[in-house]
């Protein structure tokens, strides 16, 4: 009774009964058919408060663009304030686990030294913005050539979530040339569009963030994907 009645309350409070998201195709995370643990999140948020989530996957410069043209309400996996043209919730979704990728020669980095260091990370994603003291960085259009950079000193790490850290060891055949090294949790956030209908959308996102977090309804979907956890009851915005 109680999910029958969800698409009316939605409307009554004046949000739209789809929300159009848009990410970068991350596998078992944002997969291109609608699966994946930040699918599954996303839907547990907004389709029992009755709003249908629609996804589109798209490269994350290219969905950035789209949520800014208004053509979709929100982009999947923004880092906080990392675009001013865009609306923020006060919570975030989930943590990325950030990780340096370099030769094993190299010495080992750490959060407070990672920015003496030449580093590269593929366009859009602007570690600079949340790594101390960054003094050289390049981006790259694509992830296809860092290997080669590390190999020639070009570089001396490639910095990305792990499962992208993981997707680039996993094209080289010397996996024991290479290291990669924690150097940062940066908590994950969808970036709405700056329009009254995305406004509404985020404020709905927040509500059902706080509710879902206190009973720990999105605990089992991160462990049926193998993934930690990243609240606990008392957890708050940050």
Do not use: C
Request: a neutral charge; hydrophobic letters at 40%.
């Amino acid at each position: 009774m109680l999910l029958s009645l969800a698409p009316w309350v939605a409307a009554a409070e004046g949000v739209p009964r789809q929300i159009h998201l848009v990410s970068e195709t991350w596998l078992d995370y944002t997969n291109a058919n609608g699966t994946g643990l930040a699918w599954d999140v996303l839907r547990k948020v907004f389709e029992p408060a009755g709003v249908k989530v629609a996804t589109q996957g798209a490269p994350y410069s290219r969905a950035v663009g789209l949520v800014k043209r208004g053509e979709a309400d929100a982009w999947v996996g923004s880092y906080k304030e990392e675009d001013a043209d865009n609306l923020y919730p006060r919570w975030h979704f989930d943590m990325d686990h950030i990780y340096a990728l370099g030769l094993a020669s190299k010495p080992v980095p750490t959060r407070d030294t990672i920015g003496q260091y030449r580093l590269v990370w593929v366009r859009g994603y602007n570690f600079g913005h949340y790594l101390p003291d960054v003094r050289d960085a390049r981006e790259v259009q694509r992830r296809e050539g860092i290997l080669p950079m590390l190999e020639h000193d070009r570089v001396d790490f490639y910095i990305d979530a792990r499962t992208e850290v993981d997707h680039v060891l996993g094209q080289t055949s010397q996996p024991e040339r290479f290291r990669r090294t924690h150097v940062a949790e940066l908590p994950l956030y969808l970036a709405f569009a700056r329009n009254d209908r995305a406004k509404a959308l985020r404020d709905l996102f927040d509500k059902r963030m706080a509710e879902l977090v206190r009973s720990g309804e999105l605990k089992p979907i991160f462990e049926h994907w193998q993934q930690p956890y990243p609240f606990t009851p008392g957890s708050k915005p940050q």
